[in-house]
């Protein structure tokens, strides 16, 4: 406790960023390291899984101690410890999770397993104080493309998810082939603003009528097709009607599938989570289609759509609110389905 | 023993998928060579769906292995192309899935090609003149009789 207030600190470590963070009565941030890997990651185009590993080990120390002393803070202030268990990457995770279990376990305080998905629909909470479930939350990162009814704090059901690719790696790939680099994101909605959006027509995948799950692997095709067809026929690509393009079908589904699910649960707040929740058309998109069907749309400012610790301190503050504090048996799951949080972590 | 035909159109792939499915037993590695949009997840859905794997299959570039665990043999599915060195495949255990209990596919196996056992199974997959054709490649261990007959593939 430090003035009367409850405070959680959050490690997460499962993809590029060693980041630890110190949250107040689960809301408010006191402090938000984030040691970000993308540098090292673009010179090699992706995330290296080893490298990744070896960065984290190095990082998570000072990435710790700052989080501390920026939030004015002694160890001994703090009252519980959340930690990313999953999914990511295993090495990563690992690093994190060791982590949080050694000063769990020298300092005798609460271990608090968080499932990641659950921490950036969490974010929310932080950037919209007013904000209480039930609402619908689309979560769009590179690794995750995830409809769920967020029923309680720490009660999901998942609506719709990719059958392939997620929307994030599906920019990396479009990236990657354009020769844009890394991340994929930031830089294919750069270059699309330059672009006309009608430029190319790419397919939108909708799949089965009323599913809410996503495919992208056959967009990531067609855009590879008709750059192959271009440059078989001899013939120069504009590059910006390409990303721009491509953007305006990824994001149309994306927006549509979300209304869908809105309607069809009745929610009237849209919250959006993760990486993607940066993309400026996916913002226009949705924020449009929310105030023409008078829904409320929430989205954090970018510092917590990218992987952050704040999240996952505040979705700890919740899950140890409920009674859901682990032991030192916790451990890292890669594949850890959301449904799956309550039972492993 | 080297075979080569080409799928016209994706319930093809699904055919195959489910015929290599049925011949494949425990310890069997799958390397998969081909570019970005050729299917090779989507081979790999339909291989799960010959073992019967339940769960959904989703692309491993962001974690690099998933596992299903649901079907006649556990089924480990990499995607090695974000790893620039074998070292780095051998820090997260590659070579205990590859000689386990269960089946390994591994997307981009041509960039790690120290790290494929002798005896693995290769598949070559790349576009054909239309955009709906893929071209096929298998080449197969010789100590294993195997049958893709249904599929009239020419023996090269």
């Known amino acids: 406790m430090k003035d009367g207030q409850f405070i959680t600190m959050g490690i997460e470590s499962s993809c590029d960023e060693t980041a630890v963070a110190v949250v107040a009565e689960g809301r408010t941030v006191l402090s ?40 004015g803070i002694t160890i001994e202030d703090v009252d519980a410890i959340g930690v990313t268990c999953g999914p990511g990457l295993v090495g990563a995770l690992l690093i ?3 982590h949080a279990k050694a000063v769990a376990f020298a300092t005798g305080k609460p271990l608090v397993g968080v499932h990641h998905i659950q921490g950036h629909i969490s974010a929310n909470y932080l950037s919209s104080p007013e904000l209480a479930p039930p609402f619908l939350a689309l979560v769009v990162s590179g690794g995750h493309t995830h409809i769920i009814d967020v029923k309680e704090y720490n009660r999901f059901e998942v609506l719709g998810q990719t059958r392939d690719d997620a929307v994030g790696e599906a920019f990396d790939k479009v990236a990657r082939v354009l020769g844009l680099g890394y991340p994929g994101g930031p830089l294919i909605d750069a270059l699309a603003k330059k672009g006309n959006p009608q430029a190319i027509e790419f397919p939108r995948v909708y799949l089965e009528k009323d599913s809410l799950d996503f495919s992208f692997s056959g967009i990531k095709t067609g855009v590879l097709n008709y750059l192959n067809g271009k440059r078989q026929k001899g013939l120069s690509v504009c590059e910006a ?3 721009a393009s491509f953007q305006q079908a990824v994001m149309e589904v994306i927006v549509a599938k979300t209304m869908t699910a809105a309607v069809s649960r009745r929610q009237k707040r849209i919250v959006v989570a993760g990486g993607v929740a940066a993309n400026s058309r996916l913002r226009e998109l949705l924020g449009q ?24 301190a505040c979705a700890a503050y919740y899950k140890y609110q409920a009674g859901m504090i682990n032991d030192f048996t916790l451990d890292a799951h890669p594949g850890l389905p959301l449904q799956m949080q309550e039972k492993a972590c | 023993m080297k075979l080569q035909w080409i799928a016209q159109a994706e319930q093809e792939t699904q055919r195959f998928g489910r015929l290599l499915a049925e011949q494949l037993r425990s310890g069997d590695v799958v390397a998969l060579i081909g570019d970005l949009g050729t299917g090779k997840t989507a081979l790999t859905k339909a291989v799960a769906a010959g ?73 070559r997959i790349a576009y054909g003149q239309e955009e709906s054709q893929r071209k096929y490649e298998l080449m197969l261990p010789q100590d294993r009789a195997w049958s893709f007959d249904e599929l009239q593939p020419q023996e090269k």
């Open chain 1, 32 to 71: 938000n390291i984030i040691s970000s890997q993308i540098d090292v990651h673009k010179v090699f185009g992706g995330v290296v899984p080893e490298i990744a590993s070896r960065h984290h080990l190095q990082n998570i120390g000072s990435v710790y101690q700052q989080a501390l002393d920026a939030a």
């Open chain 1, 96 to 98: 994190g999770l060791a």
């Open chain 1, 241 to 243: 009607d390409v990303a």
């Open chain 1, 289 to 312: 289609a929310c105030r023409e069907r008078d829904i409320a749309m929430y989205c954090p400012p970018p510092i917590l759509c990218t992987d952050n610790g704040a999240m996952i």
């Open chain 2, 51 to 123: 073992l019967g794997v339940s769960e959904m299959i989703t692309s491993p570039t962001f974690t690099i292995l998933c596992e299903y665990h649901s079907g006649r043999l556990p089924l480990y599915h990499f995607d090695v192309y974000r790893t620039g060195d074998p070292d780095e495949l051998f820090e997260i255990g590659f070579e205990e899935y590859l000689f386990g209990d269960g089946v390994c596919i591994v997307e981009w196996a041509d960039l790690v090609p120290d790290l494929m056992p002798s005896n693995c199974i290769f598949v």
